[in-house]
């Protein structure tokens, strides 16, 4: 079954990003423009169908539906480390999925295709989103998209990587230190 919603597409280095604005979290991509779209029409019903799982009520849907360019991405930078922008780790959708359960207390509630759909409960409510699993590294854009849809610190997505990194360890906890610091004086 067909879903008609409007399906968001950025340049994203070597890639295309695609976006779903009426199904928060529900991001893919693809080499080409068409690729895009096409991951990210499964995408949507593997997000329809987590959602129907869990009776909840799906979105309404655009009508009519359409691909449309989203601007070019300002390149987002979190407060709490906004040099490690450009050391962002390279990983694959496994990689993301595994992660995301581990270190950051996400399930994976359905699959359908290549994405699988994951979800947890945070203090703003429930968050649920579309990873592509491919064994092939992900962009950047599409990590970056997805640790903002999944509120993950990119700092904290780092460490999860590079566990042993000291150096960012200890950039980390000074860092941490400024933010309870600047916090408490507030």
Excluded: W
């Amino acid at each position: 079954m067909g879903y008609n919603y409007k399906i968001g597409i950025r340049k994203d280095g070597r890639s295309y990003l695609a976006i779903v604005p009426a199904l928060p979290g529900c991001i893919s991509h693809g080499a080409t423009k068409e690729e895009a779209v096409s991951n990210a029409e499964a995408a949507i019903r593997a997000y329809v169908k987590a959602i129907k799982k869990k009776k909840e009520k799906v979105p309404a849907e655009d009508d009519p539906p359409h691909t449309f360019l989203l601007p070019p991405s300002a390149k987002q930078e979190k407060e709490t480390a906004p040099h490690i922008e450009h050391k962002l780790p390279q990983v694959t959708g496994r990689e993301m999925v595994s992660i995301l359960r581990k270190d950051f207390g996400f399930t994976v509630v359905s699959h359908e295709g290549s994405h699988a759909i994951l979800e947890k409960m945070a203090k703003e409510g429930r968050i649920r989103l579309s990873v592509p699993e491919h064994d092939y590294d992900l962009g950047k854009g599409l990590i970056r998209a997805i640790l903002d849809e999944a509120h993950v610190d990119r700092l904290d997505f780092y460490l999860a990587v590079n566990p042993h990194d000291r150096q960012l360890k200890r950039l980390a906890a000074t860092l941490r230190r400024e933010q309870e610091g600047a916090s408490a004086t507030a």
